[in-house]
T-cell receptor
Framework: GENVEQHPSTLSVQEGDSAVIKCTYS??????FPWYKQELGKGPQLIID?????GEKKDQRIAVTLNKTAKHFSLHITETQPEDSAVYFC???????????FGIGTKLQVIP | DAGITQSPRHKVTETGTPVTLRCHQT?????MYWYRQDPGHGLRLIHY???????DKGEVSDGYSVSRSKTEDFLLTLESATSSQTSVYFC???????????????FGDGTRLSIL
């Protein structure tokens, strides 16, 4: 089955700096890659997603990149703010299959 | 907001007792999922449903059963709770797939279950 690895497990950045979280996947048939943000005491919330027919997608301060050849994808957060502090999960799924494999999560701390 | 309500939000119970967690959705999504979240393991799929009375196992299904008698409700049952089932349980829903491809899952806010 699909395996998703996520790095780093923890990340501390100064407010205003950029943060990058990287994930790799094992199944070349995966073609949908969502990212979730989980705040304390809450469920994961979708923040951005990318499909395999594009290499990059942006939404304000958040961007995702996808390298299908290398089977890795990354989340980039620019101009980080304290409210960006949370746990971030990457995930991968195969078209037509409704199960999603999640990475282990990255705890991001933005230091004011 | 995908209109997902999980109940109860917190529960403490004893080993060997049965426990049922409820997930209720208001958006009429076809797919519903139960995950558990534990430190160092991320989110792991327990069971999922692809329609009323249609369910299948996930990667950590041992000790759990599910039922879906209505589109809006998905129940997770621990027949005889064990301490290893202490965890935070999340329900998720999804429309499944459309012309754009796989659609994302949306999560409830979880149930924190402690088994003593």
């Amino acid at each position: 089955g699909e395996n998703v690895e996520q790095h780093p497990s923890t990340l501390s950045v100064q407010e205003g700096d950029s943060a990058v979280i990287k994930c790799t996947y094992s199944d070349s048939a995966s073609n949908y890659f969502p990212w979730y943000k989980q705040e304390l005491g809450k469920g994961p919330q979708l923040i951005i997603d990318i499909r395999s027919n594009v290499g990059e997608k942006k939404d304000q301060r958040i961007a995702v990149t996808l390298n299908k050849t290398a089977k890795h994808f990354s989340l980039h957060i620019t101009e980080t703010q304290p409210e960006d502090s949370a746990v971030y999960f990457c995930a991968a799924s195969i078209a037509g299959y409704q199960k999603v494999t999640f990475g282990i999560g990255t705890k991001l701390q933005v230091i004011p | 907001d995908a209109g997902i309500t999980q109940s109860p939000r917190h529960k403490v119970t004893e080993t060997g007792t049965p426990v049922t967690l409820r997930c209720h959705q208001t958006e009429n999504h076809r797919y519903m999922y139960w995950y558990r979240q534990d430190p160092g393991h991320g989110l792991r799929l327990i069971h999922y449903s692809y329609g009323v009375k249609d369910t299948d196992k996930g990667e950590v299904s041992d000790g759990y059963s599910v039922s879906r008698s209505k589109t809006e409700d998905f129940l997770l049952t621990l027949e005889s709770a064990t301490s290893s089932q202490t965890s935070v349980y999340f329900c998720a829903v999804s429309k499944g797939m459309d012309r754009g491809g796989n659609q994302p899952q949306h999560f409830g806010d979880g149930t924190r279950l402690s088994i003593l």
